[in-house]
């Protein structure tokens, strides 16, 4: 059954870096899942505007075996409350299990993770807002035509300064409220 889209249709975000800190040691329980300040009402916003939200996420620390599908369940459990303690919503979490070299076509840069979603809904992907703080985010948003936004929270300012070409039109904000905040009044 193709999932139902609510008025102002699909928006994508990332999530570390983007919803909730991110660390180089991952993170692996939701002790360590920890909300970047403004991000849960900011996806409340976006659920409150009409949006329907998803998230897809690299999350290559199940290859590496550094937590298990349990401890990834718990840790969206907690985003979930957090949000739905806002007023909000996230309707779907999509996730790439796999490591760098496993060859798989979910991880970003890759657009499996939103083709999925695309099947999903049963739409195209065509100026769907597409929210990261990773050139790989964008650069998978770029390749379905969807439309890459860049936060500068997580790696966004890194990722801001390096650039490349195609993606210098890209839209920037200082973080997911930010970016919620104009989505939302538009
Ligand atoms: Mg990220
Ligand atoms: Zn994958």
């Given at each position: 059954m193709p999932g139902r889209l609510t008025k102002k249709g699909l928006i994508v975000l990332d999530r570390d870096g983007v919803i909730n800190h991110d660390s180089d040691q991952f993170v692996k329980s939701p002790a360590e899942w920890l909300p970047i300040a403004g991000s849960i009402a900011a996806i409340a916003t976006l659920s409150k505007a009409g949006y329907t939200v998803a998230i897809s996420s690299n999350q290559s620390g199940l290859a590496r075996g550094l937590f298990d599908r349990r401890a990834l369940r718990a840790m969206h459990r907690k985003l979930r409350k957090l949000v739905a303690a806002e007023g909000?919503?996230?309707d779907r979490i999509v996730v790439?299990?796999?490591?760098?070299?496993?060859?798989?076509?979910?991880?970003?840069?890759?657009?499996g993770l939103l083709l999925r979603l695309a099947r999903h809904y049963g739409?195209?992907?065509?100026?769907v807002p597409t929210i990261g703080d990773s050139l790989r985010d964008l650069q998978a948003a770029r390749t379905v035509g969807a439309r890459p936004i860049l936060v500068r929270t997580g790696n966004g300012i890194d990722t801001e300064l390096s650039l490349p070409e195609n993606l210098h039109d890209v839209e920037v904000f200082d973080d997911l409220a930010a970016a919620a905040a104009m989505l939302a009044s538009v």
């Open positions: 909000g919503r996230v790439c299990p796999h490591g760098p070299n496993d060859g798989c076509s979910c991880r970003k840069p890759k657009p739409i195209e992907l065509r100026g």
